[in-house]
């Protein structure tokens, strides 16, 4: 079970500037919880407390039943998708998509088998032996979702992960994403600055503001109420 519990968050960076103030959510498990904001409101600073990227400065973190705080990043059970992809350039689509599990030391046959099924889903299996850099964009973002979803996490993180993308494949990996969050059976916290995105896949938003929580509501209520 991977429901998530923020609890009075706050993270100061070490240069004083304070980013989230006091921030307090519970999230069910299986949610899709959007963020929202203006540039600099913190949403990327709490998607890095949650992954374990960046020390939470005071407050408590706890998934399911455990409090993760001082839970190392690799131990959390958490992948997180970036908009920049963020692949080993040297190393072929296959092997981009490998890493996590062999750093687990997952056994040979069964990171196989998991490549070549999230392959399937994400229709990149032609692309398994090319470098990143003979790959399109689209393609690329295929790659970095498949990195995340073949170690099958309870909780999936993404930061603006198709704002890169052209009108036409953002409209494509949005229907993916979906497909993804219900095959996985995932919590997904998601941070977008596209409407679209934000009501089509949100079970709740929140928005906020200069670090702090300013809303969170379900899409309906959100953007048909006054
Ligand atoms: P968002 O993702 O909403 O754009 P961020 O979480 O990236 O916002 O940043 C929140 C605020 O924290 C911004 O004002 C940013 O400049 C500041 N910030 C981010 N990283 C650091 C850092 N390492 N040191 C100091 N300030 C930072
Ligand atoms: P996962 O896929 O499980 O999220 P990552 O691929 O992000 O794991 O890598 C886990 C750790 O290994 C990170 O600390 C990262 O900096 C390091 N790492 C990953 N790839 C390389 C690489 N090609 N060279 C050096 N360090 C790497």
Known sequence: MASLSLKN?????PNGFQAVKNFNLDIADKEFIIF???SGCGKSTTLRMIAGLEEITEGELWIGNNLVNDVEPKD??????????????????Y??????????KTPKEKIDQLVQEAAKILDIVPLLDR???????????????????VRNPKVFLMDEPLSNLDAKL???????????HQSLEATIIYVTHD????LTLGTRIVVMKDGVM?????????????
């Open 195 to 198: 409407q679209t995105e934000a």
């Open 95 to 104: 092997d981009n998509m490998a890493f996590g599990l062999k750093l687990r």
């Open 214 to 226: 300013q809303q969170v509501a379900t899409p309906i209520d959100l953007y048909t109420k006054p």
């Open 76 to 93: 959390r059970d958490i992948a997180m998708v970036f908009q920049n992809y963020a692949l080993y350039p040297h190393m072929t689509v």
């Open 9 to 13: 968050i706050s993270k100061t960076y």
């Open 36 to 38: 929202v904001g203006p």
């Open 131 to 149: 470098k990143p850099k003979a790959l399109s964009g689209g393609q690329r973002q295929r790659v970095a979702m498949g990195r995340a979803i």
């Open 170 to 180: 953002r409209v494509q990996m949005r229907i993916e994403i979906s497909k993804i």
